[in-house]
């Protein structure tokens, strides 16, 4: 099992930067595949970013493309999610999860992940 504790979100203006950190505790953090995950206010909650479990592949919403950037450091179990050019529509609560993946995998679908954070609010005013 593992626990997760994202940070880092809060207001910016459209055009800024953000990075939201995840650190994960519990069972070796390598056994897991990571992903971001959206959910803004009267939507369903979107896939944003994932990442392989031992970082050499990563995958993103064409949403974000450009944009955003996942990584993670194994050695602190912690997975990044650097926001770049923000835009109002990128407002959600965003979510980190943990996917006991095989090695090759990047999950992209919520249903594949079994951790879940509490969420870090991200909001952009224009």
Not at 6 to 27: D, K, M, N, T, Y
Not at 66 to 93: C, H, W
Not at 101 to 123: C, D, H, K, M
Request: aromatic share 10%.
């Amino acid at each position: 099992q593992v626990q997760l504790v994202e940070s880092g979100g809060g207001l910016v203006q459209a055009g800024g930067s953000l990075r939201l950190s995840c650190a994960a505790s519990g069972r070796t953090f390598s056994s897991y595949a990571m992903g971001w995950f959206r959910q803004a206010p009267g939507k369903e909650r979107e896939f944003v970013a994932a990442i392989r479990r031992r970082g050499d592949g990563t995958y993103s919403a064409d949403s974000v493309k450009g944009r955003f950037t996942i990584s993670r450091d194994n050695a602190k179990s912690t997975v990044y999610l650097q926001m770049n050019s923000l835009k109002p529509e990128d407002t959600a609560l965003y979510y980190c999860a943990a996917s006991a993946a095989s090695l090759g995998s990047i999950p992209i679908r919520s249903s594949n992940y079994g951790y879940w954070g509490q969420g870090t609010q991200v909001t952009v005013s224009s």
